[in-house]
Structures are given as C-alpha cells and as structure tokens.
C-alpha cells in the first residue's frame, strides 16, 4: 500500500481553505492509502504564539481532525512533539539544505517583503523541518494545498542529494495538489488567499467553526464583480470563480454543471446555493465535534498514533545516522 502523509500548522483556527485544499483529502485517500496526519505543533512555534491559544487550537485541530472524518483506526494521527524524531532529523536535513534553497521559498519571501519584523531563525529553516516530516516516514505522496507544494520540491531535492551521497535512504515524495480547491481565496479580497492571517477582520475566511449563520452571511456577503454572470473565469471575475470552486469542491459538480444551473439566475440565488454546500458541511462537521470534545477518543488516538509513529520514526532516523557515520555502536 502506498503511504501518504500531511500535516497542519495549526496557528489559528482551521478554516474551509484548509478543509478543502488537504483535510477533505487525507479523509478521502485514508481508504486507498495508508495515511499519516499530524499536527504540526513545531511549526507552529515558527511564529509567536499565545500558549493557552496554542494548546486550544491544538486541540481542536485533532477534534477536528476527526470531526471531519480522519479515522484512527485506519489512519495514524498524533501531535509532532510526541514523535521527537522528527526534530532531529530536522537538524540533519538542515543541514544538507542550502541557503539558496531557503532564499527561493515565496513563503519566507512574501512574510519579509510584507515588512514583518524579527522574523525567526525557525521559520527561515521550516521547509528543512517540513522535509524531515515527511522523508523519515518514506511517504509517497503529500496532500497539500498549492503554497505548499514548493516546499514539497524542496523536500524532493534534498532526498535526491541525499540519497547520491549517501545511498539510497529516502524514497523521493510526491506533492498531490487538488485539480479544484488548492488554492481557496479570501471572501472579501480574492486576490489574496483564504488565510488564518485574514487582515480583513475575519470577514474573508469561513472557519470550520464559525456559527452558521455567521458563515452564511460571509458568503452572502463574498466580494463578486458586475458582470452579474456566473462564469469560471479566475482572472476576470475571481470572486465569482472562488465560490464556483468552493461549491464544486463541496457538491461534486462540474464548473460547467454549475455555469449551466445558473444561467440566467442573479448572484444572490447562486450565493444562496454555495452557502447552502457550506452550511451544510459546517454543520456535519460541527456536530461530530461536539461529539469528540465530550470523549476522551482525543487523548486516546494521540498516544496510539504517536506509539505507531515512533516505531516507524526512530528506525530511519537511526538508518540516516549510521548512513552518515553519526553513530559508533
Ligand atoms: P496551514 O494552515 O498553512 O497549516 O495549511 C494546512 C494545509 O491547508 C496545507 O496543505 C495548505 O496548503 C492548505 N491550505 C491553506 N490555506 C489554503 C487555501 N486558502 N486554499 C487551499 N488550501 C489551503
Ligand atoms: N508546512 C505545512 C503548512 O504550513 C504544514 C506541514 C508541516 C506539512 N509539515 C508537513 C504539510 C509535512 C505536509 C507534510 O501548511
């Protein structure tokens, strides 16, 4: 069976972007693939953070997690720290990673050409991290959403150097980046990607949280454009085909399907219809997750995951070490 992994920041609170560039996807491969997720708890420390916000969203992120419909015992689910592995390859990978390739990460590029100050060492160095993520368990494949996907080139870089100089130590991954929903825009600028960082209070992004009626009103209330047809067409109407992309990822529907069941039809009624889709898998969601917060199915899915992790973890990095010439027993 091929193996898949990924993993979230959680930074924030888990929002719709996130659920359907990666979530919506570890669930639905976990049948075919044999599926790591993990919560990315290092990274998240890249940029400060508030500790009993941190704990809570680290926390509703397994919730949800689960909530969305990652199941336990079919996929490995556990908190990055638990697996301490992954630090220390980390600093392995590191260091056969060059200063060039950091410099090319449009992440890092963009948070500094913003004027963001004191950034820190650890977010310059993350993608190093992230590739130790994901090279210590040999995954094939890494779902994530389209920012992502060069910090996946890197990864793949760094285990073709590797393994020429050290032998084959790695199996080389492969980013899977959805056709539709990689890259889900911000509701009320849709130039700018959905994200926890919204600017905008938080009127752009849709969290798997938020109450419905609040979420209703954010996409009732979607920047769209004057054209007044419903057309895929991201350069030119880009509020128009972030919605499109949002309802199709959610419905199934094709972009033609959707172009054809609004034609002739104003934005209000095809507003209604998207906020519909998304109230809907809010509310499946939001349900589930009350359930789980009142279990103690988090704690025990972490400690299983994390047992399974390590096995898998504490072996190649002992493998990569001896590879190296870092151990002498
Ligand atoms: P992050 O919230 O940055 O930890 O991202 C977690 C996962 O969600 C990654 O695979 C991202 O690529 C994906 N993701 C984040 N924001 C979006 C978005 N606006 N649209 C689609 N995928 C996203
Ligand atoms: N860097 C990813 C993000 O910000 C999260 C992440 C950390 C990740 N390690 C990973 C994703 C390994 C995939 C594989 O979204």
């Known amino acids: 069976m091929k193996r898949m992994l990924s993993g979230i920041k959680p930074t924030g609170q888990l929002h719709l972007g996130n659920y359907i ?36 969203n680290l ?17 490995t689910i556990f908190l990055q720290t638990d697996v301490m592995e992954h630090a220390q390859l980390g600093f392995i990978i590191n260091c056969h990673t060059y200063l060039g390739e950091l410099n090319r990460m449009t992440q890092f590029k963009d948070k500094q050409a913003k004027g963001e100050k004191n950034l820190s060492g650890g977010l ?21 959403g389209e920012d992502q996907k060069q910090h996946v080139e890197l990864c793949r870089d760094v285990a073709i150097r ?38 905008l209070g938080d009127k752009g992004c849709i969290y798997l949280l938020d109450p419905l009626p609040k979420a209703r009103k954010k996409i009732m209330s979607a920047k769209t454009d004057s054209l007044g047809i419903v057309h895929f067409d991201p350069e030119n109407q880009p509020g128009i085909s972030n919605l499109m992309q949002i309802l199709s990822s959610l ?18 009624d095809f507003k ?31 400690r299983e995951g994390a047992e399974k992790a390590r096995a898998m973890a504490s ?5 990569v070490q001896r590879a190296i010439g870092m151990e002498i027993r």
């Open 162 to 199: 590797m393994n020429n100089r050290y032998g084959e130590l790695f199996r080389v991954p492969e980013p899977a980046v959805p056709k539709v929903g990689a890259r889900i825009m911000s509701l009320s600028d849709p130039s700018k990607k959905m994200s926890k960082s919204d600017t």
């Open 251 to 268: 419905t199934g529907e094709s972009m033609d399907a959707i172009e054809k069941e609004f034609e002739g039809k104003g934005y209000g």
């Open 315 to 319: 072996k190649k990095l002992d493998q």
């Open 124 to 144: 310059y160095t993350y993608p190093a991290l992230m590739a130790a993520d994901i090279l210590i368990y040999d995954a094939d494949y890494v779902p994530v």
């Open 21 to 56: 560039g990666a979530l919506r996807h570890f669930v639905e491969n976990q049948e075919e693939y044999e599926m790591i997720a993990f919560i990315a708890n290092l990274h998240c420390i890249t940029v400060p953070q508030d500790p009993d916000e941190l704990r809570k």
């Open 272 to 302: 209604k219809a998207v906020a519909n889709a998304v109230c809907d898998t809010l509310e499946k969601i939001q349900t589930r997750y009350n359930e789980i917060l009142e279990s103690d199915i988090i704690d025990t899915t972490l």
């Open 59 to 75: 926390r509703d992120c397994v919730a949800l997690y689960l909530a969305c419909g990652l199941d336990p015992k079919k996929s």
